[in-house]
């Protein structure tokens, strides 16, 4: 069984720095695509970085330069460097896992894409 666990959201000001965690169980992070969505209230959940089974990342232009993923083999976690942070990055951050090994035929950055996910955490931006 799959199951994937955020951990690493709070309360920030702006220009403050916060650094999140995906724990994976049962998922290894070379198996597929992984990814970090955010979502406000009355919005769509919107992914905003990726890093691919080889360890390429990308990123959506309101966080380049600002947002870092990463991987840990040993610990199987996946990483989110959260630096600069603005009031409005505030929102649930939710990681995502590809269940297939295939590149997602929806494109990384769609919800589609990914069957697993973990049960978000908050991050809180104040100005």
């Known amino acids: 069984q799959v199951r994937l666990v955020e951990s690493g959201g709070g309360s920030v000001q702006a220009g403050g720095s916060l650094s999140l965690s995906c724990a994976a169980s049962?998922?290894?992070?070379?198996?597929?695509?992984m990814a970090w969505f955010r979502q406000t209230p009355g919005k769509e959940r919107e992914g905003f970085a990726v890093?691919?089974?080889?360890?390429?990342?990308s990123y959506a232009d309101s966080v380049k330069g600002r947002f870092t993923l990463s991987k840990d083999y040993d610990k199987n976690t996946l990483y989110l460097q959260m630096n600069s942070l603005k009031p409005e990055d505030t929102a649930m951050y939710y990681c995502?896992?590809?269940?297939?090994?295939?590149?997602?035929?929806?494109?990384?950055?769609?919800?589609?894409?990914?069957?697993?996910w973990g049960q978000g955490t908050q991050v809180t931006v104040s100005s």
């Open positions: 995502a896992a590809r269940a297939l090994m295939s590149s997602p035929v929806f494109g990384p950055w769609s919800t589609r894409s990914y069957g697993y």
């Open positions: 890093i691919t089974r080889d360890g390429s990342t």
């Open positions: 049962g998922y290894t992070l070379s198996r597929g695509y």
